[in-house]
Nanobody, 115 residues
Framework: QVQLVESGGGLVQPGGSLRLSCAAS????????MGWYRQAPGKQRELVAT???????NYADSVKGRFTISRDNAKNTVYLQMNTLKPEDTAVYYC?????????WGQGTQVTVSS
């Protein structure tokens, strides 16, 4: 059974940076496109960025130019480098396959952008 564990969140000031990590158990990780998603209070979960098994990336317009998704298949890990953070980036961030698989959702990692 695949498990996804997110880490790296925290409290950061506007303009700051964070790097999120998502560790996947199971070797099948490398065959699938992966994505980062986020859910802000009172809002639906939204797609932030995706990366194919070949490394092609796509981003939501709201994060384009500020966030970078990457993956290390040898480590079964996908990353999200977040720069120039804004208060509206505050959310719980999750990783999952792209498109997502319902039973793969983990606990997520909280990102709070505030002065």
């Amino acid at each position: 059974q695949v498990q996804l564990v997110e880490s790296g969140g925290g409290l950061v000031q506007p303009g700051g940076s964070l790097r999120l990590s998502c560790a996947a158990s199971g070797s099948i990780f490398r065959f699938y496109a992966m994505g980062w998603y986020r859910q802000a209070p009172g809002k639906q979960r939204e797609l932030v960025a995706t990366i194919t098994n070949g490394g092609n990336t796509n981003y939501a317009d709201s994060v384009k130019g500020r966030f970078t998704i990457s993956r290390d298949n040898a480590k079964n890990t996908v990353y999200l480098q977040m720069n120039t953070l804004k208060p509206e980036d505050t959310a719980v961030y999750y990783c999952n396959r792209a498109p997502p698989v319902s039973h793969y959702w983990g606990q997520g990692t909280q990102v709070t952008v505030s002065s």
